[in-house]
């Protein structure tokens, strides 16, 4: 008996080792969780053979690169603050070859609902005042620029101010219906646009359809079609875009600036993703004859006589407002998902 129970004795003894030790296998605490890292940093560029704003190309309807970098500290994972730098090549009257943007703003999420708001700072680097008139020798300016070296001389008869940077306040709201769709109401306003002295004002709805990640199965290609309706409005220039000389010592027929043509605006496209690529088809166009464009752009290649409005009496059109495709080829990319 004794025996048996010194055998008993054993077994309990290797059986609740082993247990014991299976116990704390299974007991393993879990690894920590990784502490929350607020900040970010989103960055990417593109290439264009267009770079068309709000309807109106920025670079004569040729080929143009862009730039940005936007750091990004997030509150909560429902608040994300923002400051950013872009950059875009451009084509203006006045010579200006870029545009170079500052913003920030405050990113709040609701649920479905995802708001923007902030300020955007349009800089363009670079330009001269573009006069119509040639003084003495031939040397532009006199009309509405200084007589310089510097001046640029339209002979189209329109004019352009040195400086045309300006600042808009824009809010922004997103409603994601469901995986696929979601639509959007944009609002920007500035008290100066493109530092003409009229005011603007531009409204629009958005709406995006994002196909399910397994139309083109495993390859990892994915697709949307999106599209925006819009519509800008504009105050009245001051009195340098009214007086504008369209013979030398005659001003021109608005003394007190010109009331520039509110215009419609739309575009749909279809785009193409793979990892942090996107290639964007587009078709954008505007309700805005080539007279009203004309007026509006003071484009350097405006030409004709026929394009007469109230606004511009001079014929002289433009097609920097008109139907454009546009296909850009984009990356982005941010620090926490892509660089870790």
Known sequence: MKKVALLATALAMVTGSAFAA?????AKKAPPVAAFDPWDIAFGGAVMNDYIFRGVTQSNHKPSVAAYFEPRYNVTKDLQLYVGLSAESISFANRAAAEVDIYGGIRPTFGAFAFDIGVWGYLYPGGNCADNVLAAGNIPGGGVCPVSTNTIFLANGNVMKKDVSFF????????????NWSVGVNEYYSPNFLNSGAW?????????????????????VGMYVSGEFGRQFLGTSDAFYGTAFTNPGFAGPFPNGIKYADYNTWNIGIGFTYKVFTLDLRYSDTDLNKGNCNAFTSAFNGSGTTNITSINPTGVGSNWCGAAGIAKLSFDLTAMTNLK
Not at 168 to 179: C, L, M, P, Q, R
Not at 200 to 220: C, L
């Open 22 to 26: 299976d116990m704390a296998v299974k």
């Open 168 to 179: 808009e306040v824009y809010g922004k709201v997103t409603y994601t219906i469901n995986d």
């Open 200 to 220: 603007g004002d531009y409204a629009s709805i958005t709406a995006k359809y994002t196909a399910p990640s397994t139309v083109f199965g495993s390859s990892g």
